[in-house]
Protein backbone atom coordinates (compact mmCIF):
# COMPACT_ATOMS: atom_id res chain seq x y z
CA UNK A 1 0.00 0.00 0.00
CA UNK A 2 2.74 2.25 1.02
CA UNK A 3 4.56 1.61 -2.59
CA UNK A 4 1.26 2.40 -4.35
CA UNK A 5 0.57 5.77 -2.63
CA UNK A 6 3.98 6.78 -3.52
CA UNK A 7 3.79 6.15 -6.77
CA UNK A 8 -0.12 8.18 -6.82
CA UNK A 9 1.92 10.90 -5.31
CA UNK A 10 4.67 10.67 -7.66
CA UNK A 11 1.96 10.95 -10.27
CA UNK A 12 -0.09 13.85 -8.95
CA UNK A 13 3.42 15.82 -8.36
CA UNK A 14 4.54 15.33 -12.40
CA UNK A 15 1.13 16.54 -13.04
CA UNK A 16 1.57 19.46 -10.93
CA UNK A 17 4.67 19.97 -11.89
CA UNK A 18 4.30 20.35 -15.65
CA UNK A 19 0.57 21.86 -15.85
CA UNK A 20 -0.02 24.19 -12.58
CA UNK A 21 1.92 27.38 -12.85
CA UNK A 22 3.28 30.06 -9.77
CA UNK A 23 0.53 30.42 -7.10
CA UNK A 24 0.81 34.40 -8.21
CA UNK A 25 -0.41 33.47 -11.83
CA UNK A 26 -2.99 31.35 -10.34
CA UNK A 27 -4.24 34.22 -7.90
CA UNK A 28 -4.73 36.64 -11.41
CA UNK A 29 -6.79 33.99 -12.86
CA UNK A 30 -8.87 33.42 -10.08
CA UNK A 31 -8.91 36.96 -9.61
CA UNK A 32 -10.91 37.07 -13.50
CA UNK A 33 -12.85 34.03 -12.71
CA UNK A 34 -14.38 35.87 -9.75
CA UNK A 35 -15.18 38.66 -11.42
CA UNK A 36 -16.58 36.40 -14.48
CA UNK A 37 -18.90 34.57 -11.75
CA UNK A 38 -19.99 37.65 -10.43
CA UNK A 39 -21.06 39.15 -13.58
CA UNK A 40 -22.65 36.02 -14.38
CA UNK A 41 -24.71 35.15 -11.57
CA UNK A 42 -25.60 38.42 -9.29
CA UNK A 43 -26.84 41.63 -10.97
CA UNK A 44 -23.48 43.65 -10.62
CA UNK A 45 -22.17 45.34 -14.13
CA UNK A 46 -18.63 45.25 -15.11
CA UNK A 47 -17.59 48.94 -14.28
CA UNK A 48 -18.87 48.32 -10.40
CA UNK A 49 -17.45 44.48 -10.56
CA UNK A 50 -14.03 46.60 -11.31
CA UNK A 51 -14.49 49.21 -8.63
CA UNK A 52 -15.58 46.46 -6.24
CA UNK A 53 -12.10 45.10 -7.11
CA UNK A 54 -9.89 47.93 -6.87
CA UNK A 55 -11.61 49.22 -3.63
CA UNK A 56 -10.87 46.35 -2.41
CA UNK A 57 -7.35 45.35 -3.28
CA UNK A 58 -5.65 46.76 -0.04
CA UNK A 59 -8.65 45.16 2.25
CA UNK A 60 -5.76 42.59 3.68
CA UNK A 61 -2.87 45.27 3.60
CA UNK A 62 -2.46 45.22 7.59
CA UNK A 63 -2.86 41.56 7.22
CA UNK A 64 -0.15 40.54 4.88
CA UNK A 65 2.50 43.00 7.03
CA UNK A 66 1.63 40.93 9.77
CA UNK A 67 2.19 37.42 8.17
CA UNK A 68 5.34 38.92 6.41
CA UNK A 69 6.48 39.77 10.26
CA UNK A 70 6.12 36.19 11.22
CA UNK A 71 7.76 34.81 8.69
CA UNK A 72 10.80 37.45 8.84
CA UNK A 73 10.77 37.24 12.61
CA UNK A 74 10.60 33.37 12.87
CA UNK A 75 13.55 33.10 9.98
CA UNK A 76 15.94 35.83 11.99
CA UNK A 77 14.89 34.01 15.49
CA UNK A 78 15.95 30.47 13.75
CA UNK A 79 19.12 32.37 12.11
CA UNK A 80 20.39 33.95 16.04
CA UNK A 81 23.69 32.13 16.94
CA UNK A 82 22.20 31.18 20.52
CA UNK A 83 19.43 29.71 18.82
CA UNK A 84 21.84 27.64 16.27
CA UNK A 85 24.04 26.66 19.27
CA UNK A 86 20.83 25.12 20.64
CA UNK A 87 19.80 23.43 17.52
CA UNK A 88 23.38 21.91 17.10
CA UNK A 89 22.87 20.62 21.01
CA UNK A 90 19.44 19.02 19.92
CA UNK A 91 21.03 17.54 17.15
CA UNK A 92 23.41 15.26 19.27
CA UNK A 93 20.52 13.68 21.26
CA UNK A 94 19.26 11.41 19.56
CA UNK A 95 21.36 7.87 20.16
CA UNK A 96 20.06 5.89 16.74
CA UNK A 97 19.04 6.92 13.24
CA UNK A 98 15.92 5.91 13.44
CA UNK A 99 15.80 8.01 16.65
CA UNK A 100 16.96 10.36 15.12
CA UNK A 101 14.42 11.03 12.00
CA UNK A 102 11.50 10.74 14.73
CA UNK A 103 13.30 13.16 17.01
CA UNK A 104 13.59 15.40 13.69
CA UNK A 105 9.90 15.07 13.03
CA UNK A 106 8.36 16.24 16.62
CA UNK A 107 10.52 18.70 16.78
CA UNK A 108 9.55 20.44 13.51
CA UNK A 109 6.05 20.03 14.22
CA UNK A 110 6.55 21.24 18.00
CA UNK A 111 8.05 23.93 16.74
CA UNK A 112 5.81 25.07 13.83
CA UNK A 113 2.83 24.56 16.37
CA UNK A 114 4.67 27.33 18.52
CA UNK A 115 5.25 29.77 15.16
CA UNK A 116 5.38 28.26 11.63
CA UNK A 117 8.31 31.17 10.84
CA UNK A 118 10.61 29.84 12.97
CA UNK A 119 9.58 26.20 13.01
CA UNK A 120 10.18 25.86 9.04
CA UNK A 121 13.50 27.34 9.31
CA UNK A 122 14.44 25.77 12.97
CA UNK A 123 13.43 22.43 11.30
CA UNK A 124 15.55 22.96 8.35
CA UNK A 125 19.08 23.30 10.48
CA UNK A 126 18.21 20.58 12.54
CA UNK A 127 17.76 18.04 10.12
CA UNK A 128 21.08 19.59 8.67
CA UNK A 129 23.21 19.42 11.68
CA UNK A 130 21.65 15.58 12.43
CA UNK A 131 23.08 14.43 8.77
CA UNK A 132 26.75 16.11 9.39
CA UNK A 133 26.40 14.10 13.10
CA UNK A 134 24.59 10.83 11.73
CA UNK A 135 26.12 10.07 8.78
CA UNK A 136 24.47 6.83 8.67
CA UNK A 137 20.70 8.49 9.01
CA UNK A 138 18.89 8.11 5.65
CA UNK A 139 18.76 11.56 4.31
CA UNK A 140 15.98 11.40 2.32
CA UNK A 141 13.73 10.76 5.28
CA UNK A 142 15.30 12.87 7.53
CA UNK A 143 14.78 15.71 5.15
CA UNK A 144 10.91 14.90 4.74
CA UNK A 145 10.34 14.99 8.64
CA UNK A 146 11.49 18.39 8.65
CA UNK A 147 8.66 19.54 6.35
CA UNK A 148 5.92 17.37 8.63
CA UNK A 149 5.67 20.48 10.64
CA UNK A 150 4.51 22.47 7.75
CA UNK A 151 2.75 19.78 6.01
CA UNK A 152 0.25 19.11 9.32
CA UNK A 153 0.46 21.06 12.19
CA UNK A 154 0.83 24.92 11.32
CA UNK A 155 -1.83 26.38 10.83
CA UNK A 156 -3.67 24.60 14.21
CA UNK A 157 -0.99 26.34 16.11
CA UNK A 158 0.04 29.66 17.29
CA UNK A 159 0.57 31.74 14.28
CA UNK A 160 -1.91 29.72 12.03
CA UNK A 161 -3.00 32.82 10.15
CA UNK A 162 -7.02 32.40 10.00
CA UNK A 163 -7.51 31.91 13.51
CA UNK A 164 -5.36 34.66 14.71
CA UNK A 165 -6.79 37.22 12.31
CA UNK A 166 -10.00 35.90 13.43
CA UNK A 167 -9.11 37.24 16.94
CA UNK A 168 -7.65 40.55 15.89
CA UNK A 169 -9.62 43.29 16.69
CA UNK A 170 -11.10 45.83 13.83
CA UNK A 171 -10.16 43.00 11.39
CA UNK A 172 -12.12 42.69 7.98
CA UNK A 173 -14.39 39.91 8.84
CA UNK A 174 -15.62 40.97 12.62
CA UNK A 175 -18.84 42.43 11.27
CA UNK A 176 -19.68 39.26 9.89
CA UNK A 177 -18.94 37.23 12.57
CA UNK A 178 -20.44 40.02 15.14
CA UNK A 179 -17.06 40.25 16.88
CA UNK A 180 -13.48 38.43 16.99
CA UNK A 181 -12.97 34.71 17.94
CA UNK A 182 -10.90 34.55 20.78
CA UNK A 183 -7.94 31.88 20.10
CA UNK A 184 -9.63 30.03 23.14
CA UNK A 185 -12.59 29.00 20.93
CA UNK A 186 -9.54 27.59 18.22
CA UNK A 187 -6.27 27.15 19.07
CA UNK A 188 -7.03 26.87 22.50
CA UNK A 189 -9.97 24.47 22.11
CA UNK A 190 -9.70 20.99 23.53
CA UNK A 191 -10.86 19.67 19.82
CA UNK A 192 -7.73 21.69 18.25
CA UNK A 193 -5.34 20.80 20.83
CA UNK A 194 -6.44 16.88 21.16
CA UNK A 195 -6.46 16.74 17.25
CA UNK A 196 -2.92 18.74 17.19
CA UNK A 197 -1.58 15.85 19.88
CA UNK A 198 -3.13 13.19 18.17
CA UNK A 199 -1.60 14.31 14.84
CA UNK A 200 1.72 14.98 16.40
CA UNK A 201 2.19 11.79 18.43
CA UNK A 202 0.82 9.72 14.92
CA UNK A 203 3.81 11.19 12.84
CA UNK A 204 6.37 10.50 15.30
CA UNK A 205 5.59 7.27 15.29
CA UNK A 206 5.13 7.60 11.19
CA UNK A 207 8.96 8.35 11.05
CA UNK A 208 9.75 6.09 13.33
CA UNK A 209 7.92 2.89 11.76
CA UNK A 210 8.88 3.64 7.85
CA UNK A 211 12.53 3.56 8.47
CA UNK A 212 14.43 1.98 6.26
CA UNK A 213 14.97 -1.71 8.22
CA UNK A 214 18.13 -2.45 6.40
CA UNK A 215 21.12 0.10 6.42
CA UNK A 216 22.04 -0.67 2.40
CA UNK A 217 18.21 0.45 2.33
CA UNK A 218 18.91 3.99 3.75
CA UNK A 219 19.59 7.16 1.42
CA UNK A 220 23.39 8.07 2.20
CA UNK A 221 25.09 11.12 1.67
CA UNK A 222 28.67 10.88 0.16
CA UNK A 223 31.44 13.13 1.65
CA UNK A 224 31.16 15.84 -0.83
CA UNK A 225 27.64 15.98 -0.12
CA UNK A 226 27.67 16.23 3.17
CA UNK A 227 30.87 18.50 3.21
CA UNK A 228 28.57 21.05 1.38
CA UNK A 229 26.36 21.02 4.02
CA UNK A 230 28.56 21.89 6.79
CA UNK A 231 28.65 25.93 6.70
CA UNK A 232 30.83 27.66 9.58
CA UNK A 233 28.61 30.50 11.39
CA UNK A 234 28.87 33.34 10.32
CA UNK A 235 31.63 36.10 11.58
CA UNK A 236 30.10 38.34 13.79
CA UNK A 237 29.56 41.95 12.15
CA UNK A 238 30.59 45.55 13.76
CA UNK A 239 30.51 49.17 12.80
CA UNK A 240 32.45 49.44 9.22
CA UNK A 241 33.47 53.29 10.05
CA UNK A 242 33.25 55.87 12.75
CA UNK A 243 35.19 54.53 15.36
CA UNK A 244 33.99 53.37 19.42
CA UNK A 245 30.87 55.59 18.69
CA UNK A 246 29.52 53.89 15.84
CA UNK A 247 30.98 50.32 17.26
CA UNK A 248 29.07 51.00 20.54
CA UNK A 249 25.33 51.40 18.43
CA UNK A 250 26.15 49.28 15.55
CA UNK A 251 28.30 46.43 16.93
CA UNK A 252 27.17 46.10 20.14
CA UNK A 253 24.60 44.60 22.41
CA UNK A 254 22.92 47.70 23.43
CA UNK A 255 20.13 48.15 21.34
CA UNK A 256 19.09 44.64 20.75
CA UNK A 257 18.75 44.16 24.07
CA UNK A 258 17.22 47.35 24.96
CA UNK A 259 14.30 46.37 22.28
CA UNK A 260 13.90 43.20 23.64
CA UNK A 261 13.94 44.63 27.26
CA UNK A 262 10.68 47.04 26.16
CA UNK A 263 9.25 43.88 24.34
CA UNK A 264 9.19 42.36 27.46
CA UNK A 265 7.85 45.52 29.69
CA UNK A 266 5.25 45.46 27.52
CA UNK A 267 3.85 42.00 28.05
CA UNK A 268 3.72 42.11 31.50
CA UNK A 269 1.99 45.82 31.89
CA UNK A 270 -0.17 44.07 29.15
CA UNK A 271 -0.86 41.24 31.31
CA UNK A 272 -1.25 42.91 35.29
CA UNK A 273 -3.54 45.31 33.07
CA UNK A 274 -5.69 42.11 32.10
CA UNK A 275 -5.45 42.88 28.20
CA UNK A 276 -3.03 40.39 27.09
CA UNK A 277 -4.42 38.44 24.28
CA UNK A 278 -3.07 35.86 21.48
CA UNK A 279 -3.73 38.52 18.46
CA UNK A 280 -1.33 38.81 15.64
CA UNK A 281 -0.18 42.09 16.59
CA UNK A 282 0.82 41.01 20.08
CA UNK A 283 2.26 37.80 18.61
CA UNK A 284 4.73 40.03 16.44
CA UNK A 285 5.35 42.60 18.74
CA UNK A 286 6.76 39.75 20.97
CA UNK A 287 8.51 37.96 18.36
CA UNK A 288 10.55 41.19 16.71
CA UNK A 289 11.49 42.26 19.87
CA UNK A 290 12.82 38.75 20.91
CA UNK A 291 14.20 38.16 16.76
CA UNK A 292 16.39 41.65 17.98
CA UNK A 293 16.92 41.15 21.09
CA UNK A 294 18.71 37.62 20.13
CA UNK A 295 21.21 38.87 17.91
CA UNK A 296 25.08 39.80 19.10
CA UNK A 297 24.38 43.35 17.07
CA UNK A 298 22.03 45.74 15.18
CA UNK A 299 24.25 44.96 11.83
CA UNK A 300 23.87 40.94 13.03
CA UNK A 301 20.25 41.66 13.02
CA UNK A 302 20.48 43.72 9.77
CA UNK A 303 22.36 40.76 7.90
CA UNK A 304 19.71 38.33 9.10
CA UNK A 305 16.71 39.96 7.97
CA UNK A 306 17.85 40.94 4.43
CA UNK A 307 18.21 37.05 4.13
CA UNK A 308 14.80 36.50 5.64
CA UNK A 309 13.16 39.01 3.58
CA UNK A 310 13.79 37.32 0.33
CA UNK A 311 10.98 35.00 1.91
CA UNK A 312 7.89 37.12 1.90
CA UNK A 313 7.63 38.02 -1.76
CA UNK A 314 5.00 35.89 -2.03
CA UNK A 315 3.06 36.91 0.48
CA UNK A 316 3.56 40.98 -0.31
CA UNK A 317 2.27 40.40 -4.16
CA UNK A 318 -0.53 37.83 -4.10
CA UNK A 319 -2.56 39.36 -0.52
CA UNK A 320 -3.80 42.45 -2.69
CA UNK A 321 -4.93 39.89 -5.59
CA UNK A 322 -6.95 38.13 -2.45
CA UNK A 323 -8.19 41.23 -1.27
CA UNK A 324 -9.58 42.42 -4.26
CA UNK A 325 -11.32 39.21 -4.71
CA UNK A 326 -13.01 39.35 -1.49
CA UNK A 327 -14.07 43.10 -2.53
CA UNK A 328 -15.74 41.59 -5.67
CA UNK A 329 -17.39 38.41 -3.38
CA UNK A 330 -18.83 41.19 -0.89
CA UNK A 331 -20.11 43.75 -3.01
CA UNK A 332 -21.47 41.65 -5.54
CA UNK A 333 -23.63 39.41 -2.80
CA UNK A 334 -21.69 36.25 -4.27
CA UNK A 335 -21.04 35.13 -1.32
CA UNK A 336 -24.62 34.85 0.04
CA UNK A 337 -24.90 32.46 -3.59
CA UNK A 338 -22.35 30.57 -2.38
CA UNK A 339 -23.31 29.86 0.68
CA UNK A 340 -26.85 28.70 -0.14
CA UNK A 341 -25.04 26.45 -1.89
CA UNK A 342 -22.90 24.74 0.34
CA UNK A 343 -26.32 24.90 2.63
CA UNK A 344 -27.47 22.61 0.52
CA UNK A 345 -24.48 20.46 0.07
CA UNK A 346 -24.31 20.03 3.58
CA UNK A 347 -25.90 19.06 7.00
CA UNK A 348 -25.02 21.04 10.26
CA UNK A 349 -23.25 17.93 11.30
CA UNK A 350 -21.33 16.86 7.77
CA UNK A 351 -20.82 21.03 7.18
CA UNK A 352 -17.24 21.05 9.23
CA UNK A 353 -15.62 18.03 7.07
CA UNK A 354 -17.11 19.41 3.75
CA UNK A 355 -15.29 22.61 4.73
CA UNK A 356 -12.10 20.92 5.51
CA UNK A 357 -11.81 19.49 2.20
CA UNK A 358 -13.24 21.66 0.06
CA UNK A 359 -10.29 23.92 1.58
CA UNK A 360 -7.19 21.01 1.07
CA UNK A 361 -8.37 20.56 -2.66
CA UNK A 362 -8.16 24.46 -2.93
CA UNK A 363 -4.95 24.71 -1.28
CA UNK A 364 -3.42 22.08 -3.41
CA UNK A 365 -3.90 24.41 -6.09
CA UNK A 366 -3.73 27.62 -4.44
CA UNK A 367 -0.64 27.41 -1.55
CA UNK A 368 -1.58 30.68 -0.89
CA UNK A 369 -0.45 29.89 3.50
CA UNK A 370 -3.83 31.78 4.65
CA UNK A 371 -4.62 34.14 2.42
CA UNK A 372 -7.43 32.45 0.39
CA UNK A 373 -9.24 32.45 3.55
CA UNK A 374 -10.31 36.21 2.42
CA UNK A 375 -12.44 34.64 -0.64
CA UNK A 376 -13.85 31.86 1.16
CA UNK A 377 -14.19 32.95 4.89
CA UNK A 378 -17.81 35.29 3.28
CA UNK A 379 -19.40 32.40 1.74
CA UNK A 380 -18.30 29.46 4.26
CA UNK A 381 -19.06 31.85 7.16
CA UNK A 382 -22.52 32.85 5.61
CA UNK A 383 -23.24 28.66 5.08
CA UNK A 384 -22.50 28.32 8.67
CA UNK A 385 -24.64 31.08 10.12
CA UNK A 386 -27.73 29.41 8.17
CA UNK A 387 -26.62 25.58 9.40
CA UNK A 388 -26.08 26.66 13.08
CA UNK A 389 -22.39 25.91 13.08
CA UNK A 390 -19.81 27.72 15.43
CA UNK A 391 -18.03 30.41 13.34
CA UNK A 392 -15.25 29.45 15.80
CA UNK A 393 -15.01 25.22 13.70
CA UNK A 394 -15.44 26.94 10.88
CA UNK A 395 -11.89 28.39 10.96
CA UNK A 396 -10.62 25.48 12.72
CA UNK A 397 -11.62 23.00 9.59
CA UNK A 398 -10.76 25.68 6.88
CA UNK A 399 -7.41 25.94 8.95
CA UNK A 400 -6.46 22.24 8.61
CA UNK A 401 -7.82 21.81 5.49
CA UNK A 402 -5.39 24.58 3.97
CA UNK A 403 -2.66 23.01 5.78
CA UNK A 404 -2.87 19.23 5.04
CA UNK A 405 -2.21 19.50 0.95
CA UNK A 406 0.80 21.29 1.68
CA UNK A 407 2.61 17.69 2.40
CA UNK A 408 2.21 16.53 -0.85
CA UNK A 409 2.47 20.47 -2.88
CA UNK A 410 6.14 21.36 -3.11
CA UNK A 411 5.90 25.09 -3.24
CA UNK A 412 6.49 25.70 0.93
CA UNK A 413 9.35 22.78 0.77
CA UNK A 414 11.09 24.34 -2.08
CA UNK A 415 13.72 26.76 0.65
CA UNK A 416 14.26 23.44 2.54
CA UNK A 417 14.67 21.32 -0.55
CA UNK A 418 16.87 23.89 -1.88
CA UNK A 419 19.15 23.61 1.67
CA UNK A 420 18.45 20.02 1.42
CA UNK A 421 19.77 19.87 -2.48
CA UNK A 422 16.92 17.12 -3.09
CA UNK A 423 14.28 17.01 -5.28
CA UNK A 424 10.45 17.29 -4.05
CA UNK A 425 9.51 13.68 -5.69
CA UNK A 426 12.72 12.12 -3.21
CA UNK A 427 10.21 12.89 -0.75
CA UNK A 428 7.08 12.59 -1.72
CA UNK A 429 6.70 9.17 -0.66
CA UNK A 430 7.18 9.95 2.98
CA UNK A 431 4.93 13.23 2.54
CA UNK A 432 2.19 11.19 1.32
CA UNK A 433 1.62 9.27 4.08
CA UNK A 434 1.63 12.13 6.03
CA UNK A 435 -1.19 13.28 3.85
CA UNK A 436 -3.06 10.63 4.41
CA UNK A 437 -2.29 9.87 8.35
CA UNK A 438 -3.26 13.85 9.17
CA UNK A 439 -6.27 13.52 6.52
CA UNK A 440 -7.54 10.46 8.11
CA UNK A 441 -7.16 11.63 12.14
CA UNK A 442 -8.45 15.53 10.89
CA UNK A 443 -11.68 14.18 8.73
CA UNK A 444 -12.80 12.14 12.15
CA UNK A 445 -12.19 14.53 14.12
CA UNK A 446 -14.38 16.84 12.68
CA UNK A 447 -17.28 14.24 11.50
CA UNK A 448 -17.53 13.36 15.44
CA UNK A 449 -16.62 16.33 17.08
Request: hydrophobic share 55%; charged share 15%; net charge neutral.
Amino acid sequence: MTAALGRAALSLTRLSERWVPSAFVIAVWLSFAVMAAALALTPIGPAAAVKAWGDGLWALASFAMHMCLVLMTGAVIADAPVVRRGLDALAGVPKTDRGAVAFSAFVAMVSCWFHWGLGAVAAAFLARRIALKRPGVDYRLLTATAYFGMGAVWHAGLSGSAPLLMATPKNFLEAQVGGVIPTSETVFAPMNLALTAAVIAALTALAWLVYPARPEDAYLLSDEARARLDEAPPEPLGAQTGGAWMAFWEGGRAVPLSLGALGAAYVLVDWRAGTFSLTLEKLNLVFLALAVALHRSPADFGRSAEKAAGLVHGIVLQFPLYAGMFGVIKASGLDKLLGEAFVQAASAKTFPLVVYWYSAVLNYFIPSGGSKWAIEAPYLLEAAKALGVPAAKVVLAYSWGDMVTDAIQPFWCIPLLAVARLEFKEILGYMTLVFVVSGVLASAAFLLF
